[in-house]
């Protein structure tokens, strides 16, 4: 190889490291160009799956704290309603009781005449239970008629009932009757008696804040 030769072959080894390294710094550019996208790429998708997911555990949050608050909303009531009830069945006891006391006659008494006034006509029946029956025929008719305030005739009727305790009281030809048994009464005073027990209860946070 002549001298002008091996000038022409370094011009040209010259010439394509530099073109090799021109590509090589491109590349590398590319390269890095690429990776930074990437690692962008990558930490948007992370922080769009972080926001995704704390909504995701907020939104469970509200779903979990609201069925809490329904739960516990009717435990609530749960609890109220039977400790309303409680008071009923402690009411049906007591009553369950009234006979066994020594003026249970006298609440007879009371009863009937209670019924009375309210009824019209002369002549009147009192349907008792067998035990009562045999305890107060003899004496619990005079007692209904002194007490009654006008003119009536009372006697007992031969049919006899069941229950707690009480009487039913019907007049002639029986197109008045008048429901006076402890559990007739306990049933048509409930809904009062009700509200009062409930007042003296705490209220539901939902009623409360209505």
Excluded: C, H
């Excluded at 990558?42 to 769009?48: K, L, M, S």
């Excluded at 039913?168 to 008048?178: N, S, Y």
Aim: charged share 35%; net charge negative; aromatic share 2%.
């Amino acid at each position: 190889m002549t001298e002008q030769e091996d000038v022409l072959a370094g011009e040209i080894l010259a010439d394509a490291r530099k073109r090799a390294e021109r590509i090589l710094q491109r590349a590398e550019r590319e390269a890095r160009g690429v990776v930074a996208e990437a690692r962008q790429s990558v930490e948007t998708e992370n922080q769009a799956s972080i926001a995704n997911a704390e909504q995701e555990v907020a939104r469970q949050r509200r779903v979990a704290d609201a069925r809490g608050e329904q739960d516990a909303a009717a435990l609530r009531r749960d609890v109220r309603a039977d400790a309303i009830e409680a008071v009923r069945g402690r009411a049906r006891e007591r009553l369950a009781q009234l006979p066994d006391g020594e003026d249970y006659e006298d609440l007879l008494v009371g009863l009937a005449l209670s019924a009375i006034e309210r009824m019209t006509g002369g002549e009147f029946q009192l349907l008792l239970r067998p035990r009562d029956r045999d305890r107060f025929a003899a004496t619990l008719p005079f007692r209904v008629a002194a007490g009654a305030g006008r003119d009536i005739r009372v006697e007992v009727a031969p049919e006899t009932i069941t229950g707690m305790g009480g009487l039913i009281v019907r007049g002639a030809g029986g197109r008045q009757v008048a429901d006076q048994t402890f559990e007739a009464r306990l049933e048509r005073l409930w809904g009062e008696l009700r509200q009062s027990v409930a007042r003296v209860l705490p209220a539901p946070a939902e009623d409360a804040r209505q």
